[in-house]
């Protein structure tokens, strides 16, 4: 297929007139390109903010900044063109500042606020100026200053002042103070080592220990439960009553112990009566010596005997005397 030559001149008009508008565009400052929504801020003052640096929002960042441009041509002010990358909702109160970083960057931040507005492509924003970290620095030197020469002159004095103190003897026993601290210095090193310390091995006692309890968990549980259970039998009992039956008894004692301490009754006639004593010892007296008689002389108490004869002895009437138990 052959192309006309009218058809050609057309197409190289439309072409040049596209590459007019573009570059018209471009030598005014605006990118054809980047369609990125881009919103405009103006400050008096920089400082050292460049192209391309960060804008964030709660540190987070939205964009870059894509452009300077003065507003008049005493440079008054500064036209910020922001190019907004990230798709978010700006309130159209929010307020953005130039804050400076410790190492000398900078970037724009913006400070939201609350409204149901949004910025749109081609909006301004409200600026503020941040001061910064540094920003006072220089109505504060002069004070600063004068502080640090009185805190210098005071210092020419205490040195002074310290040179008199610290004689040959002085300076001796602060070595030797420094001694003694490097030598507590060490033994506390020896007391927490963690291997042969004594520190470290009562604290592997003490873990040891807590292991055991915790693996013998169930046995103490059950031991206090059975503590629990004996002490509510405990309280269930009636000790009123018990302790009623403990004090009649112990009266009833009482009693008793009196009668045996009087001549009244068997017992206490016996023990307190010592006509009862004698009588009675009479008794075992006479006995003993009925069964010494009955041995010496059986054949006067037992006579059955066809030839025999009548044992005509004389009765005792004292013990015969015993070498063995009879």
Same mark, same amino acid.
């Given at each position: 297929?052959?192309?006309?030559?009218?058809?050609?001149?057309?197409?190289?008009?439309?072409?040049?007139?596209?590459?007019?508008?573009?570059?018209?565009?471009?030598?005014?400052?605006?990118?054809?390109?980047?369609?990125?929504?881009?919103?405009?801020?103006?400050?008096?003052?920089?400082?050292?903010?460049?192209?391309?640096?960060?804008?964030?929002?709660?540190?987070?960042?939205?964009?870059?900044?894509?452009?300077?441009?003065?507003?008049?041509?005493?440079?008054?002010?500064?036209?910020?063109?922001?190019?907004?990358?990230?798709?978010?909702?700006?309130?159209?109160?929010?307020?953005?500042?130039?804050?400076?970083?410790?190492?000398?960057?900078?970037?724009?931040?913006?400070?939201?606020?609350?409204?149901?507005?949004?910025?749109?492509?081609?909006?301004?924003?409200?600026?503020?100026?941040?001061?910064?970290?540094?920003?006072?620095?220089?109505?504060?030197?002069?004070?600063?200053?004068?502080?640090?020469?009185?805190?210098?002159?005071?210092?020419?004095?205490?040195?002074?002042?310290?040179?008199?103190?610290?004689?040959?003897?002085?300076?001796?026993?602060?070595?030797?103070?420094?001694?003694?601290?490097?030598?507590?210095?060490?033994?506390?090193?020896?007391?927490?080592?963690?291997?042969?310390?004594?520190?470290?091995? #009562?604290?592997? *006692? =003490?873990?040891?220990? +807590? %292991?055991? $309890?915790?693996?013998? /968990?169930?046995?103490? !549980?059950? #031991?206090?439960? *059975? =503590?629990?259970?004996? +002490? %509510?039998? $405990?309280?269930?009992? /009636?000790?009123?009553? !018990?302790?009623?039956?403990?004090?009649?008894?112990?009266?009833?004692?009482?009693?008793?112990?009196?009668?045996?301490?009087?001549?009244?009754?068997?017992?206490?006639?016996?023990?307190?009566?010592?006509?009862?004593?004698?009588?009675?010892?009479?008794?075992?007296?006479?006995?003993?010596?009925?069964?010494?008689?009955?041995?010496?002389?059986?054949?006067?108490?037992?006579?059955?005997?066809?030839?025999?004869?009548?044992?005509?002895?004389?009765?005792?009437?004292?013990?015969?005397?015993?070498?063995?138990?009879?």
């Amino acid at each position: 297929m052959k192309i006309n030559n009218e058809t050609k001149v057309g197409l190289l008009t439309v072409g040049a007139l596209a590459i007019l508008i573009i570059g018209f565009n471009f030598l005014k400052g605006k990118d054809v390109f980047n369609r990125t929504t881009k919103i405009y801020a103006v400050f008096t003052k920089l400082g050292s903010l460049a192209k391309s640096n960060e804008v964030k929002i709660n540190g987070y960042t939205i964009g870059t900044v894509y452009a300077f441009e003065p507003t008049n041509k005493n440079v008054d002010s500064i036209k910020v063109t922001i190019s907004v990358t990230q798709d978010v909702l700006i309130p159209d109160n929010s307020i953005a500042y130039i804050s400076a970083g410790l190492l000398g960057t900078s970037n724009i931040t913006i400070e939201k606020h609350e409204s149901n507005v949004y910025l749109k492509d081609g909006d301004y924003m409200k600026t503020r100026e941040d001061p910064g970290i540094f920003g006072d620095l220089p109505s504060q030197a002069g004070s600063t200053l004068a502080n640090v020469r009185v805190s210098l002159d005071s210092l020419k004095v205490v040195f002074s002042n310290l040179n008199k103190v610290l004689d040959g003897n002085t300076k001796g026993n602060l070595q030797q103070a420094i001694a003694n601290m490097a030598a507590a210095t060490s033994s506390l090193t020896k007391l927490l080592d963690p291997e042969k310390s004594t520190l470290a091995i #009562t604290l592997r *006692n =003490a873990s040891s220990v +807590s %292991e055991n $309890l915790r693996k013998n /968990n169930d046995s103490i !549980t059950a #031991t206090i439960n *059975n =503590a629990k259970q004996f +002490s %509510e039998k $405990l309280s269930r009992l /009636n000790m009123e009553q !018990t302790m009623d039956t403990l004090q009649s008894a112990i009266m009833d004692l009482k009693k008793t112990i009196a009668k045996l301490s009087s001549n009244q009754g068997t017992l206490g006639a016996l023990i307190n009566d010592k006509k009862l004593y004698n009588k009675l010892n009479d008794v075992l007296l006479s006995a003993e010596i009925l069964m010494d008689d009955l041995r010496a002389h059986p054949k006067r108490y037992v006579n059955f005997s066809v030839f025999g004869k009548k044992d005509k002895g004389g009765a005792l009437t004292s013990p015969s005397k015993k070498d063995t138990i009879p």
